[in-house]
């Protein structure tokens, strides 16, 4: 099946503005912004059952419709911080298929009213913001970007901005923050950006392959989307697999794909072909799925099918860990990557991991005792719900389903 | 009054006004729930994670929008997590657990965890004893630690991050207080956090460090040890210390203080002021100081003290008994018969200048109030009106700043001033130069100096600053003397004082006039009837001269020299003087901090101040002496009873009518409650109980004919070709005798400058940071080059009180 949206792996140079239109590129959004209401166009992509792609895959349709009217300008804004450990997707599609990302960021803009959207990178994407600076500028010398476009009152620019290096910048409000120019802090919600945003204006924050899905979707209609994937989670994704497997990489199917297809059929199996212990779905943020029975494997991947085997989907990084590997490792490496990223913002989470990572630390270096273990999943669980923002919440899944799923490996290491 | 909306908390029903958080409403039905950086003047940022609670909402039907019923009540519906009760607003309805075991749970996992990076170093740190931590720790804390690792995190115990404030990197529990108020209250961004996650740490951002003159109000609000005043670190423990209500008396705002005293080795067993504190008047001060009121307290124990009345015998000054000193200058006074003058300053209460005021209504002599500024008859007359109060300033409002620098001048007016302009108050900025307060004004008018009273007169006239101006209901102007002496000043305050008469903005809550005094008290002195004057050195020379509260050798070589032409000078003051030291008697008086009294601010406001420490030596209070020295040339003034002299005033001068001790002693409930067992929720402030003081009356409000008729000024000095027209500022932190004492303070106040315009300075061959010789009018003094770009380039700014005596416009020679 021809790709929808890694559409460079089948065209060549599609990343080039007269290829990408030569094959249909950019006719969705002049046809929308000539011929559609904006919320006509809201409405087509709520029909199309997409759902966010940033992890929370929240109904992008239903959240576009909660842009506050009472209050202007609005702003749209591109999630392209990219920061979930094993996860790789949106720096393919920008680097690969640009024009189709900012079509959908440009339809989006039109859905919603606003005149100025904003591209947030992740800092070390900077030779790619550069790249997508060249690919606006042509947009606007061709017309499609920039003051009154096709000759409507519809005006659009598009800028993009770097982050400086902060995995919580990938947070929706630190990201506006760190747009704003101040430190990369989440803020209290509610408010939520589509009624305080952007300068404290109504904003949409959708995720960059949220973005590359809509221009197919305005162009072939809601239905034909919502024909591909599951009930609960309609058309296709980027699957980002890493981890102990032959071939990792990034893998656009649609929802409902099995981890088994996903893993062996196009990941090549797991290295050393050693059998699979746990699966982390959604990056660092994942629960650790417990791989004790074959039949896991045969699970579907969509955001309500993965729920019912004790994770979630979030971002779709899977991330394969195979029987060579002890958990208490895993969690380890997890809770020191939450420890460096915590913004020290809320108490508990600034606390919280840097308690934890001393635990793991310990238990991991074989210092640590049973009564470690049991500290270090009380702690997980006191920080549970007490978060300001996701990135605390998250950063308990890995202890915590660790060692009620894989109690023995921790028990191993504070005997060994 | 704003809806108000209904809800339970812990099982009791709290009407409060929408748009309260439910920390606050809590607060006000007597429930604390336990909050860091929750503070009731900073918007909420929910870092801390203390305050969690169980909230439930009543739950709505989706598809009718109604009530779900159960058991005829709404059924209440409670969110799965815990809630940040200084982040969610009150609902109708709503009910709040703050007690349950969940929350409890949640408010003990808050504690641990911030202990697990916390020294406990309590026995050491200055907070101890008023500090939120420990006592939420005692109230809320685990017992035991579990955090079994002995390498807790150790960071930086003493940085400096001014020269005032100290921060202990180890005891920031990084709840953003400090950040908050410097950014969103004071307006000075000066400090920030740097690094992340567990290595986040609070920087100054300035150079130099921590450059607001609000610095200190940060460690008040501190919950932790970890932000500490350079005066008060390892200064005592906060339960050693007792606690005395006064008024601060540095410039005119009259903030109100607590001065925490104790008996101290070091002080040979004294009792010493260790620490001067805010104590709340929402109307005034609310919870804030300035820097200059925290930490220039200290003249009031200079090693100068006057302790004994002195004589001078053979040239030199001698002890002599109260008797004899007050004798000696009673009859010169009398021998002088109309060239008796005495000379007294704002310093001094209004009981102190109402006997002087009285002393020479009943002798032939003439009073006369030391200071640079005039109009202080008409900000009696027009007001500001009783119960002004820029706290309630808003959309309305129009606030007029004339010839001022607030910022410089009376830092919590500027604070105020401002907070009423984010507010939606009208701010109208008039002055020379660019000054702090611009950036929040709706409009910035830029004048050359001497064009004061027409930058106020076209106000009146047709134009888009104007019609703003007009179409506020309620209107204030503040004005100083920025670039003004006495005349100049005085025809200000009557361009001001007619634009808001003609405009029928006087006498009324909200509107009238008031003067940016250099001393706390000068509107009292105008009130009893004391008046400036422009050529002091004329009414001095010559005369037998009664000087209280000044020290005009020191300030003026002209007026040095009429003084020495004097015939006779008695002089009362605190400290040993320039003055002092030319007196043929000399007369010991109280500080403010030995006695009692009450002054008039600014805004009209009279407040009482209280004994806090015992009298130094034999020294008096100034009413008291002034009494006995009158009681020598036959006028019998009270002497004895400070609040007999109060009544007496308040019979005498109709402003003051109805007012008593007792009247100013009384407070009224203020919002937010602090000052009480839980320092965590308003910081260390003290609360008001001894009294918020009371707003005089202004003729206008009075309903009195009030005219204002229109002063000139005399005209501006022409400076020839090789010379500027240098103008007098005023700064905040100067070489005033009530300054300098405060060691602490010298690095703010620095040397004598003289500001240039950059094309001046090129003219005259000198560079930023060069001293320069500045002389007029028989005065030579050096001076250091800074360079403004703001002013005109035929002017130079001379700051007041820095060893350069300007008094008022004059043309100087500038040379390398």
Known sequence: ?416 | MSKQVTLTIDGKQATVPDGTYVADAAKMVGIDIPVFCHHPKLEPVGMCRMCLVEIGRPMRDRATGQFVMENGAPKIQFMPKLETACTNKVEDGMVVMTQSNKAVEGQRGTVEFLLTSHPLDCPVCDKGGECPLQNLTMEHGPGKSRFIYDEKLHLDKMVPLGELIYLDRERCIQCARCIRFQSDIAGDSVIGFDERGRSTQIISLSDPGFDSVFSGNTSDICPVGALTTADFRFGARPWELDAQASICTQCPVGCNTTLNTRREAKSGGDVVVKRVMPRQNEEVNEIWLCDKGRFAYHYAESKKRLTKPQIRKDGKLARASWDAATKLAADNFLKAKKDFVILASGRLSNEDLFNLKTLSDHSEGKAYLYSNMAGGELTSLVGVGAGTNFGKMGAGTAIVVVASDLYEEAPIWYLRVKQAAQRGATLIVLNPRETKLDKYASFVVRYAYGDEAKAVNDLGKKSKISDAFLKAENAVVLYGSEGLGVSGSASVASACAKLLHDNERVGKPNNGLIGVWERANDQGAWEIGFNSEEDLAKVLKGKSVYIVGADPVADDPKLAKALEGAEFVAVQDVMETATTEIADVVLPAQAFTEREGTLTSGERRVQRFYPAVPVTGDAKADFSITSQIARHMGVILEGTSISAVFDILSDSVKSFEGLNYAVLAEVKPQWPIVGRGDMYYGGTTYENTQGMGVHLSAAAGRGEKVSISRVEKEAAPRPKENELLAVPVTKLYDRGTTVMPAELLHERIGEATIALHPDAAQNLGVEAGQTVNVSFNGVSAEAVVKLDDTISVGVALLPRSMGIAIREPVAVKVKA
């Open chain 1, 1 to 416: 099946m021809a790709h929808i949206l890694l559409r460079h792996r089948d065209i060549p140079d599609i990343n080039t503005l007269n290829v990408y239109k030569k094959n249909g590129g950019l006719a969705a959004f002049k046809n929308a912004v000539t011929k559609m209401q904006p919320n006509e166009v809201t409405d087509v992509v709520k029909n199309s059952g997409l759902r966010g792609r940033g992890g929370a895959g929240f109904p992008t349709g239903m959240k576009w419709s909660f842009i506050d009217n009472k209050s202007w300008p609005h702003y749209v804004v591109a999630n392209a911080d990219e920061s979930e450990p094993g996860t790789f997707k949106d720096r393919e599609i920008m680097e690969g298929n640009p024009f189709q990302f900012l079509e959908g960021l440009a339809i989006a803009s039109y859905a919603v009213g606003a005149n100025a959207s904003y591209i947030y990178l992740r800092g070390e994407f900077w030779e790619l913001a550069a790249f997508l600076d060249e690919k606006i500028a042509e947009m606007e010398a061709d017309g499609y970007l920039g003051e009154k476009l096709f000759g409507t009152d519809y005006s659009l620019k598009i800028y993009t901005h770097l982050g400086a290096g902060a995995y919580i910048c990938g947070e929706e409000t630190a990201l506006l923050e760190s747009l704003e120019g101040k430190r990369g802090q989440p803020r209290v919600r509610p408010p939520f950006p589509p009624s305080v945003g952007l300068y404290g204006k109504p904003t949409i924050i959708n995720n960059v392959e949220t973005f590359t899905n809509v221009p197919p979707i305005m162009t072939n209609g809601a239905d034909w989307y919502k024909s591909m994937g599951t009930a609960d989670s309609a058309g296709v994704k980027i699957f980002s697999l890493s981890g102990r497997v032959r071939k990792p990489g990034n893998y656009e199917l649609p929802f409902g794909t099995t981890f088994r297809e996903l893993i062996y059929t196009y990941g090549g199996g797991v290295q050393d072909s050693r059998s699979v212990k746990a699966i982390m779905p959604a990056g660092a943020s994942s629960s650790l799925i417990l791989v004790d029975d074959e039949k896991i494997l045969d699970t579907k991947m969509d955001y309500a099918t993965v729920r019912t085997i004790g994770g979630d989907l979030g971002s779709a990084s899977v991330i394969v860990i195979d029987d060579t590997v002890s958990i208490d490792w895993i969690v380890n490496k997890t809770i020191h990557f939450f420890r460096h990223e915590s913004c020290g913002k809320c108490t508990t989470c600034r606390e919280g991991t840097y308690w934890m990572s001393h635990l793991t630390e310990r238990i991991h270096d074989g210092h640590g005792s049973t009564a470690d273990v049991d500290l270090l999943l009380n702690v997980a669980k006191q920080m549970q719900g007490k978060c300001l923002c996701a990135l605390g919440e998250f950063s308990t899944m890995a202890v915590v389903t660790g060692i009620e799923r894989f109690r023995k490996d921790f028990d191993k290491a504070v005997k060994a």
